[in-house]
């Protein structure tokens, strides 16, 4: 699609010029029959001078069209360079172990249930993986880069807050959290009917609006840990815009 765009410009840009320099020259060899271009006789001016103010419309087009087809070409290598800095994209992953007795938080909302998250921090898996998946579109390390949790600053941390200095590192390298797309898995609790809440929460730390976060859940149908509910896990694909 950019690259039919891009060839369609370029089309138009290579007529135009052809018209303009058709043109341009016509009105040359008109002006040397006449003697006279733009009220200047040229047994006053020469022709040189009747050349120069001729061709001075059309050197600054030619150089014009050249300066857009370079803007145009460097926007589409970017586009398809794998390294460009223009689009980033990043993927997260979390599990945490499931115990009795501690809250269960999820997207920065505090879920009815029985048993919670085991973890240095709140716990939440969700938060936990948008964070990876936001790093790792920036290049800046994980998670345990920014909060080790070796650190008692981050114990019993609600994730949110690391949600919120994610977004400043980002901001600080030029980088706009476009759309973010996030499966949480577990068995039980039903996740959907929280969904909204968990979007503005996590829309709110992030400074975008919730139209920029996207939740899914799903159950591992009854295998393996998750499927126990023995842990709960969210997968995230997080993308990003260089300013
Ligand atoms: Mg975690």
């Given at each position: ?27 040359l ?95 939440d ?14 290049g ?22 690391f ?51 996207h939740l ?15 842990a709960i ?11």
């Amino acid at each position: 699609m950019i690259r039919n765009t891009n060839s369609a410009a370029k089309t138009w840009l290579f007529w135009i010029f052809i018209v303009f320099l058709g043109v341009m020259l016509w009105k040359l060899v008109s002006s040397n029959g006449t003697g006279s271009a733009n009220g200047i006789s040229q047994a006053h001016t020469g022709g040189w001078v009747l050349i120069l103010l001729n061709a001075a419309p059309l050197i600054l087009l030619v150089g014009f069209c050249l300066f857009l087809m370079s803007r145009m070409r460097k926007g589409f290598t970017r586009i398809q360079n794998p390294g460009s800095p223009l689009l980033r994209t990043g993927i997260g992953y979390d599990l945490h172990r499931l115990e009795y007795g501690r809250k269960l938080i999820v997207g920065g909302i505090e879920l009815p249930f029985d048993k919670g998250p085991v973890g240095h921090s709140d716990g939440d898996v969700l938060a936990h993986a948008i964070c990876d998946a936001l790093l790792g579109a920036a290049g800046l390390g994980d998670i345990g880069t920014h909060f080790p949790d070796t650190d008692p600053k981050w114990e019993g941390a609600n994730s949110l807050r690391f949600l919120e200095h994610t977004r400043k590192l980002l901001d600080e390298n030029h980088f706009t959290i476009q759309y973010v797309d996030a499966v949480v898995i577990t068995e039980k609790p039903k996740l959907g009917p929280h969904f909204p809440k968990m979007r503005e929460a996590l829309a709110h730390a992030l400074g975008v609006s919730t139209e920029h976060v996207h939740l899914k859940a799903k159950t591992n149908e009854g295998v393996d840990a998750v499927g126990h509910g023995e842990a709960i896990a969210a997968h995230v694909v997080a993308t990003l815009s260089q300013r």
